[in-house]
């Protein structure tokens, strides 16, 4: 935990309320996000028992496994699952696209994007590792032979497979866990083990009137009133499921089969339906937040790469393989690296709160602008404009001379540290401007590029376009690591897999 976020629960604790830990929205929240909803039956991994899953507040659907340890009505429930999802996939693909550039000159490539992509959101952390498991038990499977299941089944696979994949990446939106998107934008007075309950977690955020958070948060750990759902279920109603899929299994015939698996299907929905409402609150909750301004950037790019994968699988459509080799491997892990660092600085970039923990670790600074020399030029055959602005910081400035920063403000003009004084208890720094004059080669600057004199301003070390790491292609892939990777091929072996 920050310092800051360490502090604002203290407050929370304090004021009974959730308090917050940005100005602005960091995520992206789609118009139509696709609210997924899962139940496990209790003690097997992924064992699918149901789902509340649509884009229609008012109207979601209900799937249901009325008994889960039936292989065939496990993989009924992933046609059905498909049969929702899929569609909505489709209908975000061929929605309309637009043009985008890649490459540079004599390499420059014009390609077409989506215009949407579909969101998937769930409940929690643990709503991610059902659909990445699901994933894994459904990609592989054969649609022909002993083991044969619906073509829908292995291309949810593979869609399920991608978005887990994609969840790794922080500045990715496609597959969200509600849990985590409010307490990446509120603190609350409970432990982050509490936070992971998301009706206690909105009962801090927005409690009812006449209610603290920690009061409404006690009431809101009330089973009966919000049943766990997302995927683990609530012991108590273990045992009654239990009763009613023996009824169920006992049944002398259809008639009485049917009967009591209507109950069990008004059992599980009135289960998933209270964290059902929970999730669009939240939903709305986030929507009240103003989005950041490097959002709608990332969202772009997961619109790509939803375009390339839909392309991918209708040229290729081999599933994704059961373990990255040796160089995808090493791709990832710097991309999960440079996505992490680009994404945290961005947030600092579109939010002071934000950026206030790299003040408080050095890396960044505030202060009034006290002078400014627009007419400096480097010395040299060809005089170089690089005017200065000289800032006043009530606080001791950690970064030293020499040191590249960026202002937030104006985040496409390079600056350099040229000299820090102390002064007081707090700094004189003098920033010498490298660019970003809207190509201007001598004074006078052009309105708005350079700081005027009085005006607060904030500088830090922090870039959010540091160049990505360079590694090699997978055909150059060294012996010592296996060599080239051979494309993935699906087996006999992963079509018989069993579900566990």
Known sequence: MSTLAAVATLRATETGRAERLTTVRHAHLDDRPFVLVPLTLAGEACAPLAALGGTDPERPTLLTVRQPRNRAERFRFVERLAELLLPHIEGCRTSETETYTVGRGTDREERRRSLRAPQLLVPGGEGI?????????????????????????????KWLTWYADRAEFPSSCLLQAMTRLLSAHWATGQSAAEDSHLAALLAWIDPPDGLTGSEAAREAEDPQRFPPAGPATDVVFDQTLYDLMSRYDKAGDDRGREAVGRQIDRELHHQMLPTWDLMWRGVDLLRRLPEGGHVAERWTYDRRLFTEFAIYLDEDGRPQGRRDHAVGAARRLARLEEAMARYEAERAFDDPLVMAEYELTGEAFTGVVVARDENRFL?????????????????PVRLAAGEGVKCPARPGQKAEIVEVVPAGDGSTVVIQLNGGFDRARKPPAPPGTLAEVGETVTYTSVDPKSMPSVLPAEEDTPWTHGGPPQPYEPTDEDAEETWE
Do not use: H, I, K, Q
């Open 129 to 157: 590792a059902y659909v990445r498991l699901l994933g894994r038990l459904t990609r592989l499977r054969a649609v022909e032979g002993p083991y044969a299941v619906d073509p829908s089944v292995p291309a949810l696979g």
């Open 379 to 395: 010395p040299g055959t060809r005089p170089l404009w690089r005017p200065t602005v000289t800032v006043r910081s009530d606080l």
